[in-house]
């Protein structure tokens, strides 16, 4: 190919290439700049936006002594701060629960596809519609849950309005939805990577099962093991607006507001668009360093 071809053909390819780009500048790069220096102002829509430096983040990052002792300038995201990584301790559950679910949709029995499909179903129906279906669930007058509880004589809690009880009932959705998702698709098709060679030698070799576990089938699933778990850290940051925005409204008393749903509060009730921003710019920047330190250390348990 001469060099005058090969030029038209780049030519041809950036003129393919164009209204993505585009698209990429108008809907993703400009908005992503813009929040940036927005995070900088003070602007509730109505006026123009103010500069005021580093204001916002000293605001929402910042200390002042009290008299008695130090206090958050902001304590609400601290707290809110504190419920998005409390609701991430699920993860390892649902990973496990995903793995768990593979290994047995891997077993040659009949039906095998119809179960994966059922299992599948609720990350694909997920949605307001699941939401309101688990708040009837969590209904503490005539919800199934606290049915089945009084069938063993248990006098179950008010799940979403108990301040104790509303984070691990969020959890339990989540768990459910999660199981059975991307996940589980996931490891199905790492386990079905794995030579059955290795296993039936193990197995003549006297290996039981969790040797061969141990073995043979963890250490196929690790990489895979390794993207959900970060794909799990990125989602859960920034996760928890939607499913406390339906059921429980961000309460009670906080109980179940995330770093996701302040954000929102913030921009789209209380119109302050500049403190939002410097908001989800420290969450970008939690989200980026939680993320690289787990993919140093998983890189290095890899052997990458």
Same mark, same amino acid.
């Given at each position: 190919?001469?060099?005058?071809?090969?030029?038209?053909?780049?030519?041809?390819?950036?003129?393919?290439?164009? +209204?993505?780009?585009?698209?990429?500048?108008?809907? *993703?790069?400009?908005?992503?700049? =813009?929040?940036?220096?927005?995070?900088?102002?003070? !602007?509730?829509?109505? *006026?123009?936006?103010?500069?005021?430096?580093?204001?916002?983040?000293?605001?929402?990052?910042?200390? @002042?002594?009290?008299?008695?002792?130090?206090?958050?300038?902001? +304590?609400?995201?601290?707290q809110y701060l504190g419920n998005t990584l409390f609701m991430m301790l699920?993860?390892?559950?649902?990973?496990?629960?995903?793995?768990?679910l593979a290994m047995l949709l891997n077993q040659k029995l009949r039906g095998?596809?119809?179960?994966?499909?059922?299992?599948?179903?609720?990350?694909?129906?997920?949605?307001?519609?699941?939401?309101?279906? !688990?708040?009837?669930?969590?209904?503490?007058?005539?919800?199934?849950?606290?049915?089945?509880?009084?069938?063993?004589?248990?006098?179950?809690?008010?799940?979403?309005?108990?301040?104790?009880? %509303?984070?691990?009932?969020?959890?339990?959705?989540?768990?459910?939805?999660?199981?059975?998702?991307?996940?589980?698709?996931?490891?199905?098709? =790492?386990?079905?990577?794995?030579?059955?060679?290795? @296993?039936?030698?193990? @197995?003549?070799?006297?290996?039981?099962?969790?040797?061969?576990?141990?073995?043979?089938?963890?250490?196929?699933? #690790? +990489?895979?093991?390794?993207?959900?778990?970060?794909?799990?850290?990125?989602?859960?940051?920034?996760?928890?607006?939607?499913?406390?925005?339906? #059921?429980?409204?961000?309460?009670?008393?906080?109980? *179940?507001?995330?770093?996701?749903?302040?954000?929102?509060?913030?921009?789209?009730?209380?119109?302050?668009?500049?403190?939002?921003? %410097?908001?989800?710019?420290?969450?970008? *920047?939690?989200?980026?360093?939680?993320?690289?330190?787990?993919?140093?250390?998983?890189?290095?348990?890899?052997?990458?």
């Amino acid at each position: 190919m001469t060099r005058s071809r090969a030029q038209h053909h780049r030519r041809i390819a950036l003129w393919f290439l164009l +209204p993505n780009l585009i698209g990429f500048l108008l809907f *993703t790069a400009w908005p992503i700049l =813009a929040s940036l220096a927005l995070a900088f102002t003070s !602007w509730d829509l109505l *006026t123009p936006p103010r500069w005021i430096g580093f204001a916002n983040f000293t605001r929402l990052l910042g200390f @002042h002594h009290n008299g008695s002792g130090w206090s958050a300038n902001d +304590p609400l995201f601290w707290q809110y701060l504190g419920n998005t990584l409390f609701m991430m301790l699920n993860l390892p559950l649902n990973l496990l629960g995903s793995l768990a679910l593979a290994m047995l949709l891997n077993q040659k029995l009949r039906g095998t596809h119809g179960y994966r499909l059922i299992y599948f179903l609720p990350s694909i129906l997920a949605g307001v519609p699941i939401y309101y279906l !688990w708040r009837w669930i969590y209904n503490p007058n005539h919800g199934l849950l606290n049915t089945l509880l009084a069938w063993f004589g248990i006098d179950g809690p008010d799940w979403l309005g108990s301040a104790l009880w %509303a984070k691990p009932a969020l959890m339990l959705m989540g768990s459910w939805m999660a199981v059975g998702g991307s996940g589980m698709i996931l490891y199905l098709a =790492a386990l079905q990577g794995v030579p059955k060679e290795l @296993h039936e030698a193990a @197995h003549l070799d006297g290996a039981n099962a969790w040797q061969r576990f141990r073995t043979i089938t963890w250490p196929a699933v #690790m +990489p895979v093991t390794f993207f959900i778990f970060t794909m799990g850290i990125i989602y859960g940051l920034q996760a928890g607006l939607d499913s406390a925005y339906v #059921m429980t409204g961000g309460g009670p008393n906080g109980a *179940t507001t995330t770093l996701g749903f302040y954000i929102y509060q913030k921009a789209y009730l209380r119109f302050e668009m500049g403190y939002a921003s %410097a908001l989800a710019w420290v969450l970008f *920047t939690l989200v980026l360093g939680l993320t690289l330190i787990h993919w140093r250390r998983g890189k290095q348990g890899l052997g990458l």
